[in-house]
């Protein structure tokens, strides 16, 4: 199940509409059911909160006044290293905790 903070892209009729990050939940009176405020990532932000049961949260569809609703987790992708040009040259360096740290700097140069 997505949990704070997690972005979520939601889809109205099958399109995407907005995104939304999950600000809090909080447990219902019904079991399996939740409050989720969220906060909706468009100009204005708005912020909501919606009574969803964790197989909503999760992707399942359902509806709002006869419209369907369905909510997809947002996963930041994998960035493919370019081949042939070592990491260094792309601007990407490993912190002495093995982190990367991309110089932004070396990036502008560009």
Known sequence: MAKENDILLIYFEDKPLTFARIETFSPDIKPDWFHVKMLLLQVPLQVATWILKDS???GEEF??????????QVLCPETPQQ???????Q???KN?????????????KE
């Open 83 to 89: 081949p042939d040009i070592p990491q260094e040259e």
């Open 56 to 58: 909503y949260i999760d």
């Open 63 to 72: 509806t709002m006044d006869g419209k369907k609703i369905r909510m997809e």
């Open 96 to 108: 002495s905790s093995g982190a990367k740290v991309i110089s932004l700097a070396d990036l502008k």
């Open 91 to 93: 601007g990407i360096f």
